[in-house]
């Protein structure tokens, strides 16, 4: 009996030791370490990517459904309208495949990051730009319907 209550003891500080090394973030040779420099892409950066990733796909959702809605809709109209709705349907998808081109592509890239390198920073504005670009562009066409 004295012999399982002195094991569970010990193990219990075994725990509790590993626990706390664990939450102070020290390590074995003493360097400190942080997941961020690990993977050598910033908290922030990542951050961005998964907010504008969630963003693309919110949009991306919305763009198709009023489109199939509008598709669906445009029977109702006289046929001089049609044409002119039609035009805009059409504008509006084709301004919704090139952003689903530039989201997978962004992704791609993002995907490859193994390190961050100060001379990626021109490239990432550079999606970024084009993103918002065809964002604005889908936005605006989607107005028109």
Not at 41 to 68: G, P, Y
Request: hydrophobic share 30%; with cysteine.
């Amino acid at each position: 009996m004295k012999k399982k209550l002195s094991m569970l003891v010990v193990t219990a500080i075994l725990l509790y030791s590993c626990q706390q090394k664990d939450w102070t973030g020290s390590n074995e040779n003493g360097i400190e370490t942080d997941s961020s420099e690990i993977s050598g892409i910033s908290d922030r950066m990542v951050r961005k990517w998964f907010l504008m990733n969630r963003e693309s796909d919110s949009i991306m959702a919305l763009a198709q459904q009023t489109i199939q809605q509008k598709r669906t809709e445009v029977e109702s109209h006289p046929p001089d309208e049609r044409e002119y709705i039609n035009s805009c349907i059409g504008e509006a998808q084709q301004h919704l495949d090139e952003l689903k081109k530039k989201v997978k592509y962004i992704r791609g890239f993002a995907i490859h990051i193994e390190k961050y390198d100060p001379a990626l920073q021109h490239t990432i504005d550079s999606l970024k730009e084009d993103y918002f670009q065809e964002k604005y562009k889908l936005e605006d066409a989607l107005k028109k319907i």
